[in-house]
């Protein structure tokens, strides 16, 4: 049998003036009689770490857990900590009533591709309104072998939607692998604003669909049905970045077709603003999540490059009012379920073209696709939209098309 092993740290939140959520969060008891047996742990001690200075908690083939939490229904609250982790994965589990699973199943399995060197995890969370007790935190080590730290759960939740936005956090934090990108780093050389930026560079090599990696942020807390704007600044050394939003897959955008997804190309050193604003889905079940994917291949001049690299910065979601904020370029009237429009493009540019209904309630509003005047072309470029698939009953739709 294979042993996991994990390791935990501080927690501690204000019930009252003197009580902490979680006992023994900093792990500086000489026991371990606060934290219970999540079946029968192969190893539970407490050790000290020496890169992190402290008492740790080590729990092989099994795991830990604390049960009646004290936590109010209705209110919200923070949970974090640090983690490292060798092999296999370390899950944390906010259960009401059950160790097993998750009251909101939303489950952060911790592993060696995000936490092979220490990082930290936040997760914010609301306790359901029937609340009425036995909250409980559980920390399994599963089939490998883990180490965590500074455990703590706060009341109150941070208002950015997007965690760690800024780039400013010392580790990668919320900011997951998608794929395996060779390099995934904060840097301090020339970001866009603060102290340092998102670095992120395929694996070089002649199979570029392989080698396709990048970052994303999952369990994103945005509302159902609601406007938004993502934004952030970019800057692509090469191949380009297809940044995307997911509906439990980091595969696919939720709102584009398949395959269908914004193109960033290479900015020549220079940082570039990219914003698209979107409604959310009437339900979202289970995991909303903003993906950052590089591509060594450039769809637009349908050229590969070796590796792709890029830097990100300044990342946010807000709530958008889309009546107050969109400006149409174009309206053009569709009379059937598609719309064939035309625009003047320039030499060298690349454009995106975006589109919304009349915005009456139940409207849609993304990205459709870029398009590029390529070396040597100018003059016009045309576009056919399929409103059918995006919804029936109206007529008008607005196109604003941009230079990127």
């Not at 220490?118 to 409980?136: I, K, L, S, Y």
């Not at 049905?225 to 191949?239: M, N, P, T």
């Amino acid at each position: 049998m294979k042993k996991a092993i994990a390791v935990f740290g501080f927690i501690m939140m204000s019930w009252c003036a003197s009580a902490q959520i979680v006992q023994d969060g900093d792990m500086e008891a000489a026991d371990t009689n606060a934290w219970l047996d999540w079946s029968v742990p192969f190893v539970k001690a407490k050790e000290f770490d020496a890169e992190r200075g402290s008492t740790v908690l080590h729990v092989a083939t099994g795991g830990v857990q604390q049960l009646n939490l004290p936590v109010t229904a209705g209110a919200e609250y923070t949970l974090r900590l640090s983690a490292k982790v060798k092999t296999g994965t370390l899950r944390v589990v906010l259960g009401i009533g059950d160790s097993n699973s998750d009251f909101e199943n939303r489950y952060y399995d911790l592993s060696a591709a995000n936490y092979g060197t220490w990082n930290a995890m936040e997760r914010r969370f609301t306790v359901p309104a029937g609340f009425t007790h036995d909250f409980r935190l559980a920390l399994v080590a599963s089939a490998g072998e883990a180490w965590a730290d500074d455990v703590e759960i706060t009341a109150g939740q941070d208002a950015r939607i997007v965690l760690d936005g800024d780039m400013e956090n010392a580790q990668l934090g919320q900011w997951w692998r998608w794929g395996t990108p060779e390099l995934k780093e904060k840097s301090a050389a020339d970001p866009h604003a603060g102290a340092q930026s998102l670095h992120f560079r395929t694996f070089s090599g002649t199979n570029w669909i392989a080698n396709r990696s990048g970052l994303q942020q999952r369990f994103v807390p945005v509302a159902t049905g609601r406007w938004y704007r993502l934004s952030f600044w970019y800057r692509v050394a090469s191949g380009t970045l297809c940044p995307r939003l997911g509906h439990n897959d980091s595969n696919n955008d939720y709102q584009l077709g398949l395959g269908e997804f914004p193109v960033l190309a290479a900015t020549g050193g220079e940082w570039r603003f990219y914003e698209r604003a979107f409604r959310t889905p009437d339900a979202i079940t289970g995991d909303f999540r903003i993906v950052l994917p590089l591509n060594p291949y450039n769809y637009l001049t349908r050229t590969t490059n070796d590796f792709a690299e890029a830097e990100v910065d300044d990342l946010a979601i807000e709530p958008y009012d889309a009546k107050r904020d969109l400006i149409p370029d174009l309206d053009i009237a569709v009379t059937g379920a598609e719309g064939l429009f035309q625009w003047p493009v320039t030499n060298g540019l690349v454009y995106s073209l975006e589109y919304t209904t009349n915005l009456t309630p139940g409207s849609v509003w993304r990205a459709v696709r870029n398009y590029g005047g390529l070396p040597g072309f100018d003059g016009q470029c045309s576009a056919t939209v399929d409103v059918s698939k995006v919804l029936t009953g109206y007529s008008n739709f607005f196109f604003r098309v941009r230079a990127q």
